[in-house]
Structure formats: structure tokens, C-alpha cells
């Protein structure tokens, strides 16, 4: 079955780094789009950062434009988020995300608390 297992996440001082990893399984990883969404408690899921199947088309929210790079390596079946310069508003739970089949599927999330 389809599954993503997302990690990376921990506490980090405004201005620090993160490198979230989304690892899929039970698919052909190398022929999907894949998304990194965060959400906080009682706000509406956002759309963070896209990238393409080769990895060559990459998509941002303006939040993190600049700040956040998406990647992935196809070998290893991993999508990645190397966040920057993170603020106390980057603070959620980061979630994984393709559509397969025609289907939305998503890892358990992994959070991120950016607080001095």
C-alpha cells in the first residue's frame, strides 16, 4: 500500500535550519509529483513547496520563497525540504503528499517548533 514516512523535524532557534525528509513506499515514486503541505492547529492546511517527478520543475508558497528548497532523489524514493532563515510562524506539523491512482495520500507529519 501507498505510504510516506516523513522526518526531520525537531526545535530550532529563529534564523536556524531544518532538512525534512518524505520518504514513499508501495509506488513508483520516480513518476509522481510530490508536495510538502504544514498546518497549525485550527488553520487550514498550506501548501508549502512542489516538485516535479524529475525534480527539474520546482513551486513555492511566497511564505518561503527564498527560505525553503524542495528536492528529491528518486533513487532513495525521498523528497526533501531544507528549510532556512526558519521564523516562529514556520512553526506546524509538515505532512507529505502525491496524488497516486487518482488518490490523496499522506505521511503522519513531522513537527517543526521554531522558538527561542
Known amino acids: 500500500q501507498v505510504q510516506f514516512v516523513e522526518s526531520g523535524g525537531g526545535l530550532v532557534q529563529p534564523g536556524g535550519s531544518l532538512r525534512l525528509s518524505c520518504t514513499g513506499s508501495?509506488?513508483?515514486?520516480?513518476?509522481?509529483?510530490v508536495k510538502w503541505y504544514r498546518q497549525v492547529p485550527g488553520k487550514e492546511r498550506e501548501l508549502v513547496a512542489g516538485?516535479?517527478?524529475?525534480?527539474?520543475?520546482?513551486d513555492y508558497a511566497d511564505s518561503v520563497k527564498g527560505r525553503f528548497t524542495i528536492s528529491r532523489d528518486n533513487n532513495k524514493n525521498t523528497a526533501y525540504l531544507e528549510m532556512s532563515s526558519l521564523k516562529p510562524e514556520d512553526t506546524a506539523l509538515y505532512y507529505c503528499?502525491?496524488?497516486?491512482?487518482?488518490?490523496?495520500?499522506w505521511g503522519q507529519g513531522t513537527q517543526v517548533t521554531v522558538n527561542s
Open positions: 508501495g509506488f513508483t515514486f520516480k513518476y509522481y509529483y
Open positions: 503528499n502525491a496524488k497516486v491512482n487518482g488518490y490523496d495520500y
Open positions: 516538485i516535479g517527478n524529475t525534480g527539474v520543475y520546482t
